[in-house]
T-cell receptor, first 119, second 116 residues
Framework: DTGVSQDPRHKITKRGQNVTFRCDPI?????LYWYRQTLGQGPEFLTY????????KSRLLSDRFSAERPKGSFSTLEIQRTEQGDSAMYLC?????????????????FGPGTRLLVL | AQKITQTQPGMFVQEKEAVTLDCTYD???????LFWYKQPSSGEMIFLIY??????QNATEGRYSLNFQKARKSANLVISASQLGDSAMYFC?????????????FGKGITLSVRP
């Protein structure tokens, strides 16, 4: 049983550097999501893909953030010119669309997350 | 207004006893889904249980059950026969409406500590 995987699990970087995270979803899942979680808070939605199409982006996703899912399989999240406020856990999740438009019963399965610390 | 409210800052329960974790939600949609996730200290979000707004019966999954009171907009998680491994953060989340609005909105979470 292969779940959602994320790489790296931990990343320490200096302010101003660029970082890239990878997420590999469950193989038959066509929807992929990125969330950010800061200390003491619940995850907050960043963006999601259906296959290779990026269908929704949160206002939290500033111009320094970019996400891709080029072949509808794995996804990358890049943060350019990192700031200390970017320090957080970045969670990836995947789900399988149910029905033509999808439905509220779709369960999102999460990966282990990437902990980012910006010094 | 917050869409998901979890006000209990921390809960303690004795091993083998039952515990209820509270969650209230706010939505104007008729079709929505409610989820509970567990997050141990390792950080991974583990799916526990799902309740649909049109489901007539409360959801159950092993030791987990959801006390769904639609009129009061509450979806409390009940864990029976608590185990030491249940110590973790617990998050309530909601997915509103069908189709394109696919994201989950989470509450701030509740810390559960199980005492031996």
């Amino acid at each position: 049983d292969t779940g959602v995987s994320q790489d790296p699990r931990h990343k320490i970087t200096k302010r101003g550097q660029n970082v890239t995270f990878r997420c590999d979803p469950i193989s038959e899942h066509n929807r992929l999501y990125w969330y950010r979680q800061t200390l003491g808070q619940g995850p907050e939605f960043l963006t999601y893909f259906q296959n290779e199409a990026q269908l929704e982006k949160s206002r939290l996703l500033s111009d320094r953030f970019s996400a891709e899912r080029p072949k509808g399989s794995f996804s990358t999240l890049e943060i350019q010119r990192t700031e200390q406020g970017d320090s957080a856990m970045y969670l990836c999740a995947s789900s399988r669309r149910i029905g033509v438009r999808g439905g509220p019963q779709e369960t999102q399965y999460f990966g282990p997350g990437t902990r980012l610390l910006v010094l | 207004a917050q869409k998901i409210t979890q006000t209990q800052p921390g809960m303690f329960v004795q091993e083998k006893e039952a515990v209820t974790l509270d969650c209230t939600y706010d939505t104007s949609d008729q079709s929505y889904g409610l989820f509970w996730y567990k997050q141990p200290s390792s950080g991974e979000m583990i799916f526990l249980i799902y309740q649909g707004s049109y489901d007539e019966q409360n959801a159950t999954e092993g030791r987990y059950s959801l006390n769904f009171q639609k009129a009061r907009k509450s979806a409390n998680l009940v864990i029976s026969a608590s185990q030491l491994g249940d110590s973790a953060m617990y998050f309530c989340a909601m997915r509103e409406g069908p189709g394109a609005n696919s994201k989950l909105t989470f509450g701030k979470g509740i810390t559960l500590s199980v005492r031996p």
